[in-house]
């Protein structure tokens, strides 16, 4: 089994990643126009039971069997690795039957007394098919991360998107006439397709890795150890998950209850919710899908480097990673900023530039909670995670219910900020106890503003020119663009990244 390096997996993934937003913004323009701001909330209301059933069938296995099958590749363990990865199949595609079989019979009372939504009945009951070939894909999918075999994960995720756009498609026009409950469905249904045709891919996939790579090696633990340490490592991964995807779905039914409160009818509510959680919200994780790919990367790279004990190499990875997180993140909020006022409108033809201004200054802190997730994760501090997991959910619940009925859409915003910046704070320095990393302040804060600050100027004062000359689509592609090359050269001028720090790529 060839040797993948940090960036390779990475660069494998966000190349996946970016075609996957792609075709997902299309996907969303399509259905904001199908089905409007108030369809597009329906849907939204739908998506944390969606996630919280990920989380509790196979999110504390997938990143488990990520790190384990690194560290028993890194000892040269074979056989320990497909004893890990059966036993995981076996486990979530049983969890994933269970809970589908709960949301199915069950729907009727979870959309009306749990989301005072009766709409979303039917979309729940489509929903809950998809859970078995869900977790047992995202199981596959992990084994193929701890081997740094990114590229078929990566083809999975685009082929699952595509699949998603093909009924939504073919659906949504002829299901809308009935009701938008109806065109909610239609994207469920896409959802449901695309997990059952992605996990029939990755088993294909499994099937013909095995053949050309034929590495035959009896387990050296036995089926009980092996058991034992799939789930007592799955189980404090799978609370933060469930926490969080609870607490999240906590949030998504607060905010346009706390609307209501706040002055909006019904209607004005869940339009609001749909346009920031539906279209702004996208918007903002856009560029994440670089440093989402590295975060998955570094799970295994890191587990390996501790699993052989090499320090030198963790300090280095968290170090350059940390360093390239706060350039891109930066880079990032400055684009939001500077274009808000015409992004939504380009995309979406609504306007969500107060979103997209409040949410484009919290992002670079979005942007590095989920890359230090991914390196604490890799270093064994689950319980640490689970424990901030629950203070930053504390504190935007808190803001929802008491800042919402006050200050509207932007007291969920502020909330969410502030929980950001005390769980990047926390996860920060508990990264630099464990793996002694120094923070450097210079390059990691301060030129990437001085950076994004200057190539602001510039771009705001040439770009309404290119808009009046260019009109507004290819006059915001361009200027995109441009201050993206000014904001690489400025980062490169001063110095804040250099050619040394490239070498992460070859680790």
């Not at 706390?258 to 339009?271: C, D, K, M, P, V």
Request: contains cysteine.
């Amino acid at each position: 089994m060839t040797k993948k390096s940090i960036i390779a997996s990475a660069a494998i993934l966000t190349l996946a990643g970016i075609i996957t937003r792609l075709l997902g913004f299309v996907y969303r323009i399509y259905m904001s126009n199908v089905i409007g701001a108030e369809g597009m909330g329906l849907y939204q209301l739908i998506m944390p039971v969606y996630a919280l059933a990920w989380s509790l069938s196979c999110s504390g296995f997938t990143t488990t069997l990520s790190k384990l099958t690194a560290q028993e590749k890194a000892k040269g363990q074979y056989g320990n690795m497909s004893r890990f990865l059966n036993q995981s199949i076996i486990i979530t595609s049983f969890i994933g039957l269970f809970i589908g079989l709960l949301l199915f019979f069950f729907s009727e009372a979870i959309a009306i007394y749990i989301f005072k939504e009766p709409r979303i009945i039917l979309s729940l009951r489509i929903l809950a098919l998809g859970f078995p070939f869900m977790a047992a894909g995202s199981c596959i999918r992990g084994y193929f991360f701890g081997l740094h075999e990114a590229s078929i994960p990566a083809v999975s995720q685009v082929f699952e998107q595509v699949v998603r756009m093909f009924f939504i498609y073919i659906l949504a026009s002829t299901l809308m006439p009935r009701g938008i409950e109806y065109a909610a469905a239609a994207a469920v249904i896409g959802i449901v397709a695309g997990e059952i045709l992605s996990f029939l891919y990755v088993i294909y996939a499994y099937s013909d890795f095995k053949k050309k790579n034929t590495v035959s090696k009896k387990p050296s633990i036995t089926h009980s150890k092996s058991l034992y340490t799939l789930v007592s490592m799955s189980i404090p991964l799978t609370l933060n998950r469930v926490s969080g995807s609870l607490l999240s779905t906590v949030e998504n039914l607060l905010i346009p209850r706390r609307l209501l409160a706040y002055g909006l009818t019904n209607t004005e509510a869940i339009s609001e919710f749909g346009k920031i959680t539906g279209m702004a919200m996208p918007l903002i994780q856009f560029p994440s899908v670089i440093l989402v790919s590295l975060a998955i990367s570094l799970v295994p790279a890191i587990s390996e480097a501790m699993a052989v004990k090499n320090y030198s190499k963790i300090n280095f990875t968290v170090s350059k990673t940390v360093l390239f997180t706060t350039v891109i993140g930066v880079g990032a909020a400055g684009g939001f900023i500077l274009f808000a006022d015409m992004l939504g409108q380009v995309i979406y033809g609504q306007d969500i530039s107060r979103m997209l201004l409040y949410l484009g200054i919290l992002s670079p802190f979005l942007y590095m909670q989920m890359v230090l997730s991914g390196i604490l994760n890799g270093l064994g501090q689950q319980v640490f995670i689970f424990r901030n997991g629950l203070i930053s959910s504390a504190i935007s619940i808190g803001f929802i219910y008491f800042a919402v009925p006050v200050m509207g859409i932007s007291g969920f915003i502020l909330g969410w900020f502030i929980s950001l910046l005390i769980l990047c704070t926390l996860n920060l320095d508990r990264i630099k106890k464990i793996a002694n990393i120094e923070i450097d302040p210079i390059n990691w804060f301060f030129k990437p503003i001085i950076s994004v600050i200057a190539t602001f100027f510039i771009v705001s004062f040439i770009k309404e020119h290119i808009y009046y000359i260019l009109g507004d689509v290819i006059g915001l592609i361009l200027s995109i663009v441009i201050m993206g090359i000014l904001y690489l050269t400025f980062i490169l001028f001063t110095g804040c990244i250099s050619k040394d720090d490239f070498k992460i790529l070859k680790n």
